[in-house]
């Protein structure tokens, strides 16, 4: 089961703020890092729907240089993954946590993707999804980053299997 969140960003404001895009746009306040992180919780797969998703959890803050986003899965069972599995390979086929991350406030046509694995590998692509829906037969294109680390997009990740936790540091 993948775990996701969307981030569109607004710059602007004294805080950025995170909206998670659906019918309601749920959206949190999110501050600088120096002044702690903004943090919100679900346990549905959409805001309105009906099943039950294990409780995830997403902290948010910014520095000059960074978006730190702290992905924490509560409930999880399987940590399923290809231990195979380096940089950039299908992570999604197994279980990722994944962020969805835009700058402004319209429904986007290209976004950054950004997914971490619980074995610490993650999956990093600009998006070009004009359709926005995936329709069949419409444009889908990525264009990954090949080098994460050496870009600074570096995690760190824990793993309490007893607990059932799994916790990312993005
Ligand atoms: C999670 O889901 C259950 C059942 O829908 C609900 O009762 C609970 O308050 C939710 N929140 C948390 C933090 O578990
Ligand atoms: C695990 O990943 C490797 C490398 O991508 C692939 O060759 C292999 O088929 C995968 N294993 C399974 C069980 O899917
Ligand atoms: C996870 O990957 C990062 C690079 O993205 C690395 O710095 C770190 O040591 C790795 N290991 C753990 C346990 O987080």
Redesign the pocket.
Known sequence: MNRWTNLLLLVGAPLFSAHCTGSSVPSINVPSCSEGAGSVQYNKSVPNGENKFPLTQVDLCYTDSDIKITFTAFEEVNFYY????TTN??LY?YEVMEAFIYHGTNDPKSYLEFEVSPNNVTWQAFIYNPSKLRSDGAPFDNGQLASPIVDGLVTSTALDRDGGVWVSNA
Do not use: A, I, T
């Open positions: 290809n231990e195979s599995h390979d299908p086929e």
